[in-house]
């Protein structure tokens, strides 16, 4: 009888959810598949996620075509190898019955199927588990390892018509020579961001008692209800009780039934719909910890146990440690004697990620060199020389891209990443970049390198104008790479208060919201910036920010303002920003818009501002994501006319302290009573010392710190921030 109310329980969700359903479907056959989910938090929590393993930028790509996209990681076939040992066929024989199903170790020692495949713990009794039941590599059945399970240490049901589950402690071993810890388990989490409609599902099974199976193609999750998912994949009988993933192997339900569904209406092309519900991992974690209160100490201890492998296995993940200092590639320079602040205890101790090797102990990135011979020597760290043909000689500071484009490469003007709202203007000989002269009457000059960061600096593509320099123009700003940290060494850019217009941040057009597309630029080879690939792996601490900021250059004519806006969504104007530093530092965000809104330019003509500004780098306290140094502080330069000439303000502003913390889900971070940016009112020459960069003589004295307005500086010449007037005091 409950068979029968189950069934038809699922007949009307079926027939309730046609209409959803079919919308999903044609979203996905259009390869619309992202805009399925009705619930924006999710979709950007799951992108949090999800998006790290993707091989495809996650805004899509215009050459990608079909309802889904079949691009996946390597990492996809190793992980799911790793987590198809946990899946297990179940098979449970009593003196009058024999059934069988499918289940999965959810622990080290608890192991979870449905309540309709173990209803009780006296099945449980007569209950077998068997792993590595499957074909190898050579299509040869493995050896298998049974298990009894020992309901009399650990059993909790869930009714079939209820969330329909059965978590019970596997018991000892009776067959076979593999080890329980061995198999590993399927962490099971209540976090939002493990599923999205529309997204692909995966189940690894056991139909019809067969080896174990994996269904991975026509697959799609179509609807949700607060306690199951509906999702179109093949199963057969014996699937129940089977683990459902996403692509990332994160366990989003239990299967639970399958029902064939025939619908002219509900189905576009007429065809069969075999319309399947699992039970959501969510509701079943949930309904676990409320019912542990009434469990034994050691049942409860067992089952939290379980239940936080989750939460650990997220924290121990790699390339989520930021690691601790360490010698950065290219010196950085010596440290005036400003407050500094201290590296997090727990991130300091970090060890060194995984990922780094004994052979390539830095994770140092592609080098390349020029030989004399006129060979590029291009180090991975496997070398490879390119020597051009009829002796062609590349400039002692060209790149691979210069040498590539001496031996008759031309220029790459197509943009690589897709944008449905967002759009660079990729003709960039239109970009006259930052203007020297802009302030009337007075020369604010792009800062003078010093002789170890010109060593560094990312040249452009052999066939750019003034390739070996580097300089990179946008509208109304400009800027350098360093090649191997990745980043600009700085940006400069001219704001005018008297054209300036804001523009919406998500269509690109006059107005105001929020939304991010980025770009790469393809005058530099991708090698010298950091692109999405990092940011979606570390969006857990940074978020990508911007160093010119998205307004600062958003003047003059409609056009040319959102010519501008979109210029600094370039990744060459991106930095990591831990996500509390780029969403709180208001005096950092908000320096030249307060010299601008606060009428402080009245005497200056045309309102206008120089700004320069970029990452400071610190070996002794950096941190480091992998293979990428993370800057500690950001400097400032603010720059305009007043009625006595040139005034300067510098600031640094610090987000060392910040680093400790970690989001759950990429979304705006909850508010904090106190959050510890510290923000300094420097002297100039304090910002120059520690970049190796020199502003020049104009900027040196035109700083405001030394006028008697400003508090006693001594030694430090650093004042504290507490107020926005402490800018231009």
Known sequence: MMKVATEQRIDKLITESADERKRVRRLVASGRWRDAEPDADRSRAFAARGVKRSVVPAAGAEAIVGSTIDYQPVSFLTEGATVRRAVAYVEINTPVSHASGSGFLMGEDLFITNQHVIADAAAAHSAVLIFDREMDERGQPRATTTFRLDPDAFALFSPEDDLDYAVIAVGSRIAGSAMLDEMGWCALSDTPDRHVIGMPVNIIQHPNGWPKTVALRNNTLTYRTDRALLYETDTEPGSSGSPVFSDGWDVVALHHYGSPFLSAADTPDAARTVVNEGVRISAIVRDLKARSSALSAAQAQRLMAALALADSQAAAAGGHQLGPPRPGRGASPPTENLPLPTAPHAAN????????????????????????????????????TVRLASGAVPPAAASVGAALAAAGAGPVRTLTRASEAVKVDADYDNRRGYDEAFIPGNVVALPVMAASLRREIAPLRGNEAGAASGLLRYEHFSLVLHKTRRMAIFTATNIDGATYLSVDRQSGQVGDSEGEKWFKDTRVSDAYTLNQDFYSGWSDYFDRGHLTRRTDPTWGTAAEAERANADTFHFANCSPQHFRF??????????????????????????????????????????????????????????????????????????????????KALKPPAQLASVD???????????EQRTGLDFGDAVRGADTIASSTQPNVGAERAVLMRDMADLLR
Request: glycine residues 6%.
């Open 582 to 663: 780029n969403q709180t530092a208001k005096f950092w965000q908000g320096a030249e818009r307060f010299v601008l809104e606060n009428g402080l330019l009245a005497s200056e003509s045309g309102k206008r501002i120089c700004v320069i500004q970029g990452p400071i780098f610190n070996d002794t306290i950096d941190l480091w994501a992998d293979d990428v140094q993370i800057p500690s502080s950001f400097f400032k330069v603010v720059v305009w006319r007043g009625a006595a000439g040139l005034k300067a303000v510098g600031m640094i502003v610090d987000q060392l302290a910040l680093m400790s913390e970690t989001r």
């Open 677 to 687: 940016v510290s923000q300094w009112r420097v002297a100039i020459p304090v910002i």
């Open 349 to 384: 101790s970090a060890p060194v990620p995984a990922c780094m090797s004994s052979a390539n102990p830095q994770g140092a990135s592609a080098m390349n060199a020029t030989n004399p011979d006129g060979s590029v020597t291009v180090t991975v760290p496997l070398e490879i």
